[in-house]
């Protein structure tokens, strides 16, 4: 019997979405469905740095993937004309992964500038350790995605989280920097559930 995979992210609907943003989903999401890409942005949440990413590398396809429906209206919203619900010249190098970022992956061959994965669900409790995302057998699979000079860029303002992490790379092909870095700020950055002073972020590279 095949091995189920284990869900590493919580609800996938929140408050009821506007009927702007449940007609975009309905007839605007479709069509940004992803086969390829340069960057990939993984839970994207509202979508902030994904829309920072678009408009930095506007030669390259950014893809995002966010199984929180209410984010992924949130992006949707952002990248599109009010009035016509077109997307905005600015964005139209953005795709959108509506689901687990894992069903992707296995739909593509892309291989990856860069991998970012932002704030992701800690999951503090020792029970629901097992839900957490960048496990050592993930960071593998990520790893098999990066191109030639690729990079994983992680960040969490969680310190137990950032260690478990550091400790789950001695058991992937990846290498690890602690970097020094600046991003946009996020809705997720500034709740810091975790009540930290700053994010901490690491850069793997194979």
Known sequence: MEKQEIRTFGRRH???LSARQSAL??????????????????????????????????????IGAEP??????????AITDEKTNRVLDEYKNIRIWADDVRDFLRTTDSKFNQIWVLHP??????????RRLLSAEFLNT???????????????DHWEYFDWILDQI?????????????????RYQ????????NPKYLILRR
């Open 14 to 16: 929140g408050k009821k």
């Open 25 to 62: 989903i309905d007839n605007l999401l479709p069509t940004l469905q992803p086969t390829h890409g340069d960057i990939l942005e993984i839970g994207f949440g509202a979508g902030e740095h994904v829309r920072f990413l678009a408009k930095s590398n506007p030669k390259s396809t950014i």
């Open 68 to 77: 929180f429906m209410n984010g992924v209206a949130s992006l949707l919203s």
């Open 121 to 130: 669900d800690p999951w503090p409790k020792a029970r629901h350790e097992k």
């Open 142 to 156: 990520l790893s098999r995605y990066l191109a030639t000079d690729g990079e994983i860029i992680i960040g969490t």
């Open 170 to 186: 001695k058991n992937t092909d990846l290498t690890a920097t602690i970097a020094d870095i600046e991003i946009i700020q996020t």
């Open 190 to 197: 500034h709740k810091n559930k975790a009540g930290t002073e």
